[in-house]
């Protein structure tokens, strides 16, 4: 999941007592619901603003949007690697200070 300024993002959970019938509002790219208006029009906003980035490949000033595709990119980059050189890489990321898969795609 994308990161919201820098730290991992968790959206609001489901209302306990929501009724089927109810009338809400759906953000479709955090897929949370929202009663209020006004709180899901903050969300859209955040949403669409320039404060996310990549887990992947630490790529920042994106919106949501544009964060879920370079993790969705960054994925099938890795998943076209050869499994022994995804294991290799993952460990060489994890032990030094490189934090971006970008430096080896």
């Not at 089927?20 to 759906?26: I, P, Q, S």
């Not at 920042?60 to 980059?77: G, I, P, R, V, Y």
Request: aromatic share 10%; glycine share 0%; charged share 25%.
């Amino acid at each position: 999941m994308p990161l919201l300024r820098k730290k991992p993002f968790v959206p609001i959970d489901l209302p306990p007592d929501l009724k089927a019938d109810e009338e809400v509002f759906l953000n479709v790219l955090t897929k949370e619901i929202f009663r209020d208006y006004e709180e899901y029009f903050r969300r859209s906003i955040l949403c669409n603003s320039l404060v996310w980035s990549c887990e992947y490949t630490g790529r920042s000033n994106l919106t949501l949007s544009e964060a879920l595709q370079s993790e969705a990119d960054a994925a099938e980059h890795l998943r076209k690697m050869p499994v022994v050189l995804q294991q290799a890489i993952c460990f060489i990321i994890h032990k030094n200070e490189i934090a971006s898969l970008t430096a080896f795609c």
